[in-house]
């Protein structure tokens, strides 16, 4: 079936520093693709929609100047943290939609641990 | 604003037994329903989809229920085991296929042996 990975799949980094996390959809192609953030014992939140060719929709109370997404292919996205700390840390999720319609209707990566120091 | 609750307790039971999980919702019905597990440092991992208009979907030792009148939607494990022990979450699609997923809180299933 369809898969979705993400890497790298934990970064740990200084306070400050800028973090990219990729999302690829491997044998499909995603116009669209969505990020989650799940911080400890809490559901997934939508943070934002990555629209390929066109800017990101993010939900309200995300940034979008420090967490930009780049949606350069029909394959790739990325997440940028820009200059992360603390609070940041979390476990960062994408998925893409399922394009055959049948069974899920979203496909999901399996997660980035982000640890900022 | 749209509401998602599960059971916020974690649910204990014994190996063998009937697992239920409740996904209750405010507001607006979804057009999909769809239920997940996750497991502690991964991704979800899907598990069941209903539609608005079915009432109840079974897969193996699974059942799902939804009822647009109650706003709530069952989840079963039968025979459970304790492989099955895993948070559990619900995820409400509004608008219909490939589009945004609203997730419940999830509910913590363990079961012993």
């Known amino acids: 079936g369809a898969v979705v990975s993400q890497h790298p799949s934990w970064v740990i980094c200084k306070s400050g520093t800028s973090v990219k996390i990729e999302c690829r959809s491997l044998d499909f192609q995603a116009t669209t693709m969505f990020w989650y953030r799940q911080f400890p014992k809490q559901s997934l939140m939508l943070m934002a929609t990555?629209?390929?060719?066109?800017?990101?929709?993010?939900e309200q109370g995300v940034e979008k100047d420090k967490f930009l997404i780049n949606h350069a292919s029909l394959t790739l996205s990325t997440l940028t943290v820009t200059s992360a700390h603390p609070e940041d840390s979390s476990f960062y999720i994408c998925?893409?939609?399922?394009?055959?319609?049948?069974?899920?209707?979203?496909?999901f990566g399996p997660g980035t641990r982000l640890l900022v120091l | 604003s749209q509401k998602i609750e599960q059971n916020s307790e974690a649910l204990n039971i014994q190996e063998g037994k009937t697992a239920t999980l409740t996904c209750n919702y405010t507001?607006?019905?979804?057009?999909?329903l769809q239920w997940y597990r996750q497991d502690p440092g991964r991704g979800p991992v899907f598990l069941l989809l209903?539609?608005?208009?079915?009432k109840e979907k079974r897969k193996e030792r699974l059942k799902v229920t939804f009822d647009t009148t109650l706003k709530q939607s069952l989840f079963h494990i039968t025979a459970s085991q304790p492989a099955d022990s895993a948070t559990y979450l619900c995820?409400?699609?509004?608008?219909?296929?490939?589009?945004?997923?609203?997730f419940g809180t999830g509910t913590q299933l363990k079961v012993e042996l």
């Open positions: 507001n607006y019905s979804p057009a999909y």
């Open positions: 209903i539609r608005e208009n079915e």
């Open positions: 998925s893409a939609p399922n394009p055959s319609g049948a069974g899920e209707t979203q496909y």
């Open positions: 990555s629209n390929e060719g066109s800017k990101a929709t993010y």
């Open positions: 995820a409400l699609d509004f608008t219909g296929g490939g589009n945004k997923l609203t």
